[in-house]
């Protein structure tokens, strides 16, 4: 963590490291797609899965199994990985019609300890209402298909 980022903050990103966890036991159906960061450079230069390996790259991250389709939402609406692009993003799905136990409590709790960024939220919340709800796509389908194309796809309701 830097100097400016904030004991809230901070709070947030060790509450969501644990939950992510949690998470994937939950979901425990879901199938993991078993690539690695180097496997998703290896798509076609502008695809989903190409951009998702420069995410993961840019980001030094490595996918954690059963969560890429969060690391997709990222790529796809362009929310960065701070904690306030977090927030947005959690915010953006629940305005698209995700309402799981994971994404309105992190809406709450980003309501509870962020309200300065209460107006960022709710343009997020309303951008996420004009694409089409991505809660049951399959995106390991789609790791080859042109990213740009894609989100025209998503956003023509």
């Not at 939950?19 to 879901?30: D, G, K, N, S």
């Amino acid at each position: 963590m830097n100097n400016t980022t904030s004991y809230r903050e901070q709070f947030v990103v060790i509450l969501l490291a644990q939950l992510t966890f949690v998470h994937t036991l939950i979901h425990w159906r879901r199938k993991a797609w078993k690539l690695n960061p180097i496997d998703y450079l290896n798509y076609k230069k502008g695809s989903l899965g190409n951009e998702l390996g420069l995410f993961y790259a840019k980001n030094h991250f490595t996918p954690v199994g059963r969560a890429e389709r969060h690391d997709v939402f990222h790529v796809l609406f362009e929310f960065d990985t701070s904690v306030k692009a977090e927030c947005e993003l959690q915010f953006f799905l629940l305005g698209n019609g995700k309402w799981s136990v994971f994404t309105s409590g992190t809406c709450v709790i980003a309501f509870i300890l962020f309200p300065s960024w209460l107006r960022d939220f709710k343009l997020s919340y309303q951008i996420g209402k004009q694409y089409v709800n991505v809660n049951q796509l399959d995106f390991y389908k789609e790791l080859n298909t042109d990213l740009i194309y894609l989100k025209k796809r998503l956003k023509n309701k």
